[in-house]
């Protein structure tokens, strides 16, 4: 089994920034897809970013050029970089992993889901 750990949320004030982490156990990076996925209250799962297999991010367009990608293929983690947050990211943050060959078909794998919360 592939298991995700998250870590990095927290509380800030709008216009600050935080980074998130997914540690992935296994040969995770170099033959999964990977995502970032967010929900709030009250409202349905929204996809933040797609992270295909070469590593690049397909992003939402409400995170465009404020959210950024990396991964650190030696320790197996998944960054994703929130910058000039706003109190509309206010949710919980959770990576996955898709391994089959059509990425994003299925979801497989999850994190722990990760609060992050945006004050005005």
């Known amino acids: 089994q592939v298991q995700l750990a998250q870590s990095g949320g927290g509380s800030v004030q709008a216009g600050g920034s935080l980074r998130l982490s997914c540690a992935a156990s296994g040969p995770i990076f170099s033959s999964y897809c990977m995502a970032w996925f967010r929900q709030a209250p009250g409202k349905e799962r929204e996809t933040v970013v797609l992270?295909?297999?070469?590593?690049?991010?397909t992003y939402a367009d409400s995170v465009k050029d404020r959210f950024t990608i990396s991964r650190d293929n030696a320790k197996n983690i998944l960054y994703l970089e929130m910058n000039s947050l706003k109190p509309e990211d206010t949710a919980m943050y959770y990576c996955?992993?898709?391994?089959?060959?059509?990425?994003?078909?299925?979801?497989?794998?999850w994190g722990q889901g990760t609060q992050v919360t945006v004050s005005s």
């Open positions: 992270v295909n297999r070469d590593g690049r991010g």
């Open positions: 996955a992993a898709d391994p089959g060959v059509w990425c994003g078909t299925k979801w497989s794998y």
